[in-house]
């Protein structure tokens, strides 16, 4: 089993930062992949950015130059820094585990960028 707790969410204005944290705790050695997904009321959830072991990332294209996803492993821990915020990023913004043991959501946080 593999627990995750996100913070760092809130109100930014257009052009703000915000850093979100996803603190793991559980089977941390099981994990293969951690990354974030954003879901607005009526869409799917889609990926924003992953990080594997091996620290390969991969974001989405709406995402590239502006987010950077990054962890610590001495604290089990990864975050999403984003910058130069869009109100089209407005979501709830969700850490998601993939482990040997499964797969593993967060509860969430939501991220409102004001124009």
């Known amino acids: 089993q593999v627990q995750l707790v996100e913070s760092g969410g809130g109100l930014v204005q257009a052009g703000g930062s915000l850093r979100l944290s996803c603190a793991a705790s559980?089977?941390?050695?099981?994990?293969?992949?951690m990354g974030w997904y954003r879901q607005v009321p009526g869409n799917q959830r889609e990926l924003v950015a992953t990080?594997?072991?091996?620290?390969?990332?991969n974001y989405a294209d709406s995402v590239k130059g502006r987010f950077t996803i990054s962890r610590d492993n001495a604290k089990n821990t990864v975050y999403l820094q984003m910058n130069s915020l869009k109100p089209e990023d407005t979501a709830v913004y969700y850490c998601?585990?993939?482990?040997?043991?499964?797969?593993?959501w967060g509860q969430g946080t939501q991220v409102t960028v004001s124009s």
């Open positions: 559980g089977s941390f050695f099981s994990i293969n992949l």
């Open positions: 990080m594997s072991i091996g620290g390969s990332t």
């Open positions: 998601n585990a993939n482990s040997i043991l499964g797969n593993y």
